[in-house]
Structures are given as C-alpha cells and as structure tokens.
C-alpha cells in the first residue's frame, strides 16, 4: 500500500522557506523555469510520447494530453506570464480603527500548502505549480494516470530549478498517480490546506462529497 503522510510533511516543512523569498526572488524562480522548460523540452517530449503509446489512438482524449513543441512554448509564454504578477501576499485588503482606537487590518496571506488532482492535460502540473509557487504556496499535484510519465519529467524539470535556487524540491510534491492516493488527500487536513480539483464536474463534484479537506 503506498502511504504518502511522510511525503506531505515534508511538502508542509518545506512551504515556511518560500516566506523567506524576495518578490524578485520568486519571479527569477518561475523565469528560469520557463526558461528551463523551453531547454530541456526534448526529455518532456519524449515522456509524452510514452503516455501516448499506452493510449488508443482513438481516444478523444489524446490531443489533451498531446504536447509539442507550439504547445511547449504556450506554457512557458504562460509561466513568464504569472512571474510578472503582482505578488498578491501582503496586500491590505481592509483596515479600520475601533470605537476604543484599535487598528485593525486585514492582509492577504499565502495558503501554506495547495493540493490539487487534476486529469490529462499535462500543462495542468506547471500552471498550478506556477501559480503556488507565485502565492508563495507549496503545491502538491496528483495527476493521472495517463499523463504519468510527462508530469514526472515535468516535474523533474521543476525540481532542477529548485535545485539550483538552493530550495527543497518538496515545494512541488508530485504523488503517485494510483487511486489509493486520492484517499489519503482527502484526509490530509494535517498537511493541505485547501483541494483544488480541475477537470471534469464529475471529478469536482466527488472531491467535493469526500473530501474532508477543504475544496475550491
């Protein structure tokens, strides 16, 4: 039985470091990713070819899973894209002072760690870790099981760049694609904060019924 508690509480440990990062800091990060994507798209390519081959070629849901080369750039265009956002942490979002004169504020804070399940669209893994990574939030990614091999070669090109930023690989986390995982994330409210499911309503609506931890 696989059991993923040790590898959530590293994903949980590792979220604190990203508090650390300047905003420039974390838009460099997300830059050499894109940059990274783009350079080593040959090893991404051919673990896409590997999914692929284990799929009728009828399938309709093939050109979702399909990456090449345009489809590799649109992804980078996109993670260059988020690296320009403004950072939404530390943003006042209310203030106001209380008939005895105490200030009060409201600011926006990161999540800590972000789980999402998502189905064959293997651009999913680097949006999502984009996006976290930009919020200042772990990411913990469950894919399926017909984009296995890309988002494992995906996330090894994540991870490189984490690597050379001198930052825990754990901040991606991507778990193993059987269905006995899926389980165990709906009760890790010890290590997630927040389930994102993306993908089909079916899918949206069973993590809404199961899952005991919180879901957007």
Known sequence: MINITNSLQKTHKAAKT???LSNS???KLLLDMAKALEEKQSALLK??????????????????LLLNEQRIKNIAAS????????????????????????HLKKVAVPLGVVGAIYESRPNVTFDIAA???RSRNAAV????SEAADTNAAAVKIIHSVLKAHRLPTALVNL????????????EATSYLDVL??????????YVRQHSRVPAL
């Open 18 to 20: 990203l508090q650390s």
């Open 25 to 27: 800091g974390i838009q």
């Open 47 to 64: 673990a896409n070819a590997s999914d692929l081959s284990r799929q009728p070629t009828d399938n309709p849901r093939n050109d979702r």
């Open 79 to 102: 993670m260059r894209k988020v690296a320009k956002l403004p950072d939404p942490t530390g943003r006042v979002l209310e203030k106001r002072t209380l008939y005895n004169g105490i």
């Open 131 to 133: 996006l976290c990574l």
């Open 141 to 144: 990614l469950k894919g399926s």
């Open 175 to 186: 778990l193993p694609p059987d269905r006995e995982v899926v389980q165990q994330l709906f």
């Open 196 to 205: 994102i499911p993306r993908g089909s309503d079916q899918l949206i609506q």
